[in-house]
């Protein structure tokens, strides 16, 4: 235990000097995670909640190869969930594909994927990253880092990922004051958002990319996005990340 508390507190240290970075923050969530727990418990037992879900985990079905795979999305009708997030994702240069090779690479240690784990919550760690950026659709929040903490709570709430809140929850109170307190508000938001949703890692995605986007948000139980106020970090810290 005092290993894994040292080691989670020199992980976090790091992951504050390089804020925008993926593989420090890899690193400090799995320390974390070790030490607090990930929610892999919760993630099984909603997969194994449902026919679809057990099936999608029995076979472990490839959601990166869906997500990934733009030639198709672009098919899509327009305003459908598939077609709006290749968009996305092209406008913004985030591309699932090297988000999973990032990550991979940070764990390399490990296999590639999250430590200590058995192969069906590792396998729904690497379903729950695929999926992130789609989410930001259905949900509705930026990618400015206000937008990322509300769509962390609301994927923290639906998979119960304490390290992960932690993490972030943390960096939300550090920045909200005094100025910004409605960080907060967005953290709560994107909470009470996650809970009253679907549990959407089970959810049939290769049927819902073709729907109409609002058809999709209404079937998952996806709230109206309340209004926030966007928030990045100040020039000084992404220059000192960037160093």
């Not at 970075?21 to 909640?49: C, E, F, W, Y």
């Not at 999973?100 to 390399?108: G, P």
């Not at 259905?138 to 304490?162: N, P, S």
């Not at 960096?171 to 004051?177: A, I």
Request: hydrophobic fraction near 40%; glycine fraction near 8%.
């Amino acid at each position: 235990m005092i290993h894994k508390l040292r080691n989670a507190l020199t992980k976090t240290r790091a992951q504050r000097d390089a804020p925008l970075q993926i593989a420090p923050a890899v690193h400090s969530m799995d320390a974390i995670g070790l030490l607090l727990g990930r929610g892999d418990k919760t993630m099984v037992r909603g997969m194994k909640a449902s026919a679809l879900g057990r099936r999608l985990l029995e076979e472990r079905h490839d959601i990166l190869a869906v997500v990934s795979n733009r030639d198709h999305l672009r098919t899509l009708p327009e305003g459908s969930l598939g077609r709006e997030y290749c968009r996305f994702a092209e406008e913004n240069e985030l591309f699932p594909e090297v988000l999973a090779k990032i990550v991979r690479e940070a764990r390399v240690d490990t296999g590639g994927f999250v430590p200590e784990s058995t192969p069906e919550a590792a396998y729904l760690h690497d379903r729950f990253r695929d999926l992130h950026d789609l989410w930001h659709i259905l949900t509705g929040y930026g990618t400015d880092m206000a937008g990322e903490w509300g769509i962390i709570a609301f994927q923290c709430r639906q998979v119960g990922y304490r390290s992960m809140a932690i993490m972030a929850f943390g960096n939300v109170l550090r920045h909200s004051f005094p100025t910004r307190p409605d960080l907060l508000r967005t953290w709560y938001h994107g909470s009470r958002r996650g809970a009253r949703a679907r549990f959407l890692l089970a959810e049939d995605w290769e049927r819902l990319l073709p729907m109409p986007l609002e058809d999709v948000r209404q079937q998952l139980g996806i709230e109206p996005l309340p209004a926030y106020r966007a928030w990045n970090y100040p020039e000084s810290v992404v220059a000192r990340a960037a160093a």
